[in-house]
């Protein structure tokens, strides 16, 4: 079975206890496991600037392929984030982009990000968004309900948040979920009965996690071909 992973992390450097951490070692675990693309996010927070290090992802990614992940800051400060129309550049040649409003101390919020939320509705760029910076999705279904063109990929989805990011898919358009932190039992099987296969993107959060729970999860889940294509592809 090939893949495409819609989760995909790495770093500058080895870090001790990962089976891969760099871009060119992610890669490989990639090619090995019939992974043929990935949405890759540079992992780092410190020592560079934001702009420095989407930088690096946009480079790597015209190397080796795939689909850049750009973190997104509110333009509260010119040096660090991009303008509206940067991010349409961006959006256009087919970035997506990650806001971490809990880490970053950003809310997804009109008042916070402003034109680049209408960029972003206009264009079609995914948003990621882990519900790990969340302990209540409340604040970002209420924005959503204000934005239905925007594409919200929901990312580290886990099983204390499970019900409310369901009721997240039924409930508004241009919702996904991914897999990285999908573990419970039968949990494919499950949210494909709930959601359907086309609201679920595989993915495996490499390099912070290995990707063989997922792949194997994928292998035994009790779904019909179409369905496992779906969200493999």
């Given amino acids: 079975m090939k893949f495409k992973d819609a989760n995909c992390v790495f770093y500058a450097f080895q870090r001790e206890g990962q089976l891969a951490s760099t871009f060119e070692e992610v890669k490989a675990v990639c090619k090995e496991n019939g992974i043929v693309k990935s949405a890759w996010y540079n992992a780092m927070r410190y020592g560079k600037p934001v702009r420095e290090l989407n930088n690096e992802t946009l480079e790597n990614c015209k190397k080796y392929g795939g689909v850049p992940v750009l973190r997104l800051l509110p333009p509260s400060f010119k040096n660090e984030s991009y303008t509206a129309a940067e991010v349409e550049e961006l959006a256009k040649a087919g970035a997506a982009f990650r806001i971490c ?13 402003g034109d680049m939320i209408k960029v972003l509705e206009k264009t079609g760029a995914p948003l990621l968004v882990s519900v790990w910076e969340y302990e209540d999705l409340s604040p970002l279904a209420e924005f959503k ?8 990929v929901l990312t580290n989805t886990n099983q204390w948040l499970n019900r409310q990011y369901v009721a997240m898919v039924k409930s508004f358009p241009n ?6 932190n999908v573990i419970e039992y039968y949990a494919f099987e499950s949210l494909c ?15 912070d996690k290995e990707p063989y729970d997922r792949i194997y999860q994928m292998i035994y889940a009790d779904l019909s071909q179409e369905e ?6």
């Fill in 228 to 233: 496992l294509e779906k969200i493999a592809y």
């Fill in 193 to 207: 009965s709930e959601i359907g296969a086309d609201k679920i993107m595989f993915g495996t959060g490499m390099a």
């Fill in 101 to 113: 409003p809990k880490k970053d101390a950003s809310p997804i919020t009109d008042w916070m990000f």
């Fill in 175 to 180: 919702v996904y979920i991914e897999t990285t």
């Fill in 145 to 152: 309900s204000k934005h239905p063109e925007l594409v919200l």
